[in-house]
């Protein structure tokens, strides 16, 4: 279809050298190719010219005085991609290889992810370039209170809602909100993933991984299986991966590794969870400090990867769960996996695995949950987040929980039966694409040419 490709093309002009973005853009119109077939009237309206180009697209410079008392500066951004079904909804990421293409890219995702919850909210994205590793308390503060004081004038409870992602957890939500309440003299939920004292939901921090793990156990037991007794592989070692693990133990699974930007940990006896949560939440340390509690346990270095991919997707295993960042499994990686025999995939992370990789998944008919639906349930807390504070109330964990346990079987039932609907039962990557498109898609047509 000629309109797919001249889109792309069309943003690889207006919008150079960024590949990531263009990664997720392809991914999503070329699983559109069959609903434009059976549903033409979507072209009518340039549906799909105007969801590939953000509302608003915001760009600012961060000054802020580190502990040596030198001035430094970094790029700030916020991206508000789409608000047909609500407010802007998306995380801040704090990261060096952030750039303008990944925020957008990540926006962009946010989009459909955000409509698959079933909730009422719009795509957004934001970050900087910042890179919080070795900065001190008091470096983060400032430089969180100078992010502030640029992007409080674009964001409200009602209008754009950020959230945390890489890089910025409860430390910086607090220093964040401070700064919007200092200027705003408003206390509201601007923001959410804040601390339970002042606003924040019980088991916010724990979604993400937890609804990635729901995922998996709704897409195994659509095949008649189960998480119980499955060795599985964990990426990453922030708050995605730890409550991924978490859950994972509580389902009856024994999870076996993870990683840092350092390098990867194998524990074949299942990684011990109160010791990889001290290392990394309390003394911010690398995973190689495991080592010196639990000798059985080995450590392979960055430097010691295949040159095709990533040593943790290397282990044999049952099922896999990258929860690191964006195209962190390779085609190599995937190959390996499937050779080893693994089942199941769900992603914690955002477009964890490149397209070739995407591609040898949905062949081999696995059990594949896409980061847009499967790590949704971070997003969908957040919301919750949104509605205690609108009430002026907090739930308890149960509630929360079962709500999050009904939304993230609802996503899936709903990619399901589109992938049932468009003739591929097993593509969730395509049942997915197009359930979230139709639902901003059909709110854009009502709401006319904006």
């Known amino acids: 279809m000629p309109y797919v490709h001249d889109t792309l093309e069309r943003l690889r002009k207006s919008s150079p050298a960024q590949t990531e973005f263009y990664q997720a853009a392809e991914e999503v119109l070329e699983c559109l190719r069959p609903l434009f077939q059976h549903s033409p009237h979507y072209l009518d ?10 509302e608003r697209q915001i760009m600012f410079r961060i000054c802020w005085t580190d502990d040596a008392g030198k001035v430094q500066v970094n790029k700030g951004y916020r991206v508000q991609f789409n608000s047909a079904l609500g407010p802007y909804k998306g995380g801040l ?3 060096p290889s952030v750039t303008s293409g990944t925020i957008k890219f990540l926006g962009f995702e946010q989009i459909f992810k955000n409509a698959l919850t079933g ?27 100078a992010f502030m004081a640029e992007l409080y004038r674009h964001i409200g409870p009602t209008t754009d809602v950020p959230a945390g992602d890489i890089g910025v957890g409860g430390r910086e939500i607090g220093y964040l909100y401070g700064q919007y309440k200092r200027l705003t003299g408003r206390y509201e939920g601007v923001l959410t993933g804040k601390g339970l004292d002042w606003g924040g939901s019980i088991g916010r921090k724990e979604a993400t991984g937890y609804g990635a793990v729901y995922f998996a156990q709704n897409m195994l037991e659509a095949r008649g299986k189960t998480l119980e007794g499955k060795t599985c592989l964990v990426s990453g070692a922030g708050n995605v991966a730890i409550y991924t693990i978490e859950k994972l133990y509580e389902m009856g699974a024994r999870p076996i590794t993870c990683s840092d930007s350092r390098g990867t940990l194998h524990d074949p006896r ?12 309390v003394k911010r340390a690398s995973l190689e400090a495991y080592l010196e509690h639990h000798s059985e346990a080995s450590y392979i270095p960055v430097g010691e990867y295949p040159e095709d991919g990533h040593a943790v997707w290397r282990i044999k295993a049952d099922a896999a769960f990258p929860c690191a960042t964006q195209n962190e499994l390779t085609a190599g ?11 199941c995939i769900s992603e914690g992370a955002n477009m964890p695995s490149t397209a070739d990789a995407v591609d040898r998944f949905l062949e081999a008919r696995i059990a594949y949950g896409p980061g847009k639906a499967a790590n949704a349930g971070g997003v969908a807390t957040s919301q919750l987040e949104m509605a205690q504070n609108s009430s002026m109330e907090q739930w308890p964990l149960e509630k929360v929980d079962a709500k999050l346990k009904e939304i993230m079987a609802n996503i899936h039932q709903q990619c399901a039966d589109t992938a049932e609907e468009f003739g591929e039962p097993t593509n969730l990557v395509l049942g997915a694409n197009i359930a979230g498109f139709r639902k901003v898609a059909d709110a854009m ?3 006319g040419v904006v």
């Not at 970050?127 to 070795?134: E, N, V």
């Not at 299942?270 to 939440?281: A, V």
């Open 119 to 145: 909730l009422p909210i719009g795509g957004g994205k934001g970050g900087s370039d910042f890179d919080p590793k070795g900065r001190s308390d008091g470096e983060i503060m400032r430089f969180c209170q």
């Open 333 to 343: 990686d995937a190959e390996v996996l499937l050779k080893n025999g693994i089942t």
């Open 445 to 447: 047509i009502d709401q």
């Open 45 to 54: 309206h340039s549906i799909i010219e105007r969801i590939v180009e953000p």
């Open 93 to 95: 990421r704090f990261h």
């Open 270 to 281: 299942g990684i011990d969870l109160d010791l990889l949560k001290e290392l990394k939440e």
